[in-house]
C-alpha cells in the first residue's frame, strides 16, 4: 500500500523558514516524479513544485509564487521528500500536501498533509 | 499560465440523481486533463485521468470526456459518499493549475 506521511509543519513568522519532510512507502520512491501540491483555508488546490527522479537528473519545476523561496529535494536513500521554505510569507500559509506522480502527469497518491500557518 | 474554469460552483442533487460537472481550459490541452474529489479535512483522491480513464479502485458510475477545451465529468447515479468537492486539474504544461472546485451537495 502507497503511504506518505508528511511531517515539519507548524507556526512560523513571516520572514522565516520551515522544512518539510515527506516519507514514503508501500512502492519503489526512486522510481517516481513527486511533487508538492498546497491548499490555504477553504480554498482550492495549488501546485507547488516538481522533483523529478534520478533518470531525469532530479530537475526540479516551481510555481511562480514560490520561485526562488522553495526548494524541493529528494534522498532515495531514505525514501524522503522535502520541501525547503525561505523566506516565508502570510500567503503561504496552508495545507502542504506530498503526492506521487503517475506517468509525469497526474496526482496519484497523497498524503494526509502538513499545515503550514505564516503568522506574526 | 492556462486557466480552468469549472461551473457551477456548486450542485444539490439528490441521491440517485445524474450530475455534470464541466471544466473549460483556457487554451487546448488534448486530453491532459485530470479530476479530483475531495472530502472535507481528507486529501484529494485521483478520479479520472487522461480525460477519461478511470482510476484503478473508482466506481464505473465515475466517467470523463472531452478534449481540446471542453471537459465533463459524469456521475450517472450520485451515492451517498460522492458528496464532496471536485477539481479539475490540467497536465499540459507547467504550472499545472486546477479549477476552482465544484461542491455537490445534499439536495
Known amino acids: 500500500e502507497v503511504q506518505l506521511v508528511e511531517s515539519g509543519g507548524g507556526l512560523v513568522q513571516p520572514g522565516g523558514s520551515l522544512r518539510l519532510s515527506c516519507a514514503a512507502s508501500g512502492f519503489t520512491f526512486s522510481d517516481h516524479f513527486m511533487d508538492w501540491v498546497r491548499q490555504a483555508p477553504g480554498k482550492g488546490l495549488e501546485w507547488v513544485g516538481r522533483n523529478r527522479n534520478k533518470l531525469n537528473s532530479y530537475t526540479t519545476e516551481y510555481a511562480a509564487s514560490v520561485k526562488g523561496r522553495f526548494t524541493i529535494s529528494r534522498d532515495d536513500s531514505k525514501n524522503s521528500l522535502y520541501l525547503q521554505m525561505n523566506s516565508l510569507k502570510t500567503e503561504d500559509t496552508a495545507v502542504y500536501y506530498c503526492v506521487r506522480v503517475r506517468g509525469a502527469h497526474y496526482f496519484e497518491s497523497w498524503g494526509q498533509g502538513t499545515l503550514v500557518t505564516v503568522s506574526s | 499560465d492556462i486557466q480552468m474554469t469549472q461551473s457551477p460552483s456548486s450542485v444539490s442533487a439528490s441521491v440517485g440523481d445524474r450530475v455534470t460537472i464541466t471544466c473549460r481550459a483556457s487554451?487546448?490541452?488534448?486530453?491532459?486533463l485530470a479530476w479530483y474529489q475531495q472530502k472535507p479535512g481528507k486529501a484529494p483522491n485521483l478520479l479520472i485521468y487522461a480525460a477519461s480513464s478511470l482510476q484503478s479502485g473508482v466506481p464505473s458510475r465515475f466517467s470523463g470526456s472531452g478534449s481540446g477545451t471542453d471537459f465533463t465529468l459524469t456521475i450517472s447515479s450520485l451515492q451517498p459518499e460522492d458528496f464532496a468537492t471536485y477539481y479539475c486539474q490540467q497536465a499540459n504544461s507547467f504550472p499545472q493549475t486546477f479549477g476552482q472546485g465544484t461542491k455537490v451537495e445534499i439536495k
Open positions: 487554451q487546448g490541452i488534448s486530453s491532459w
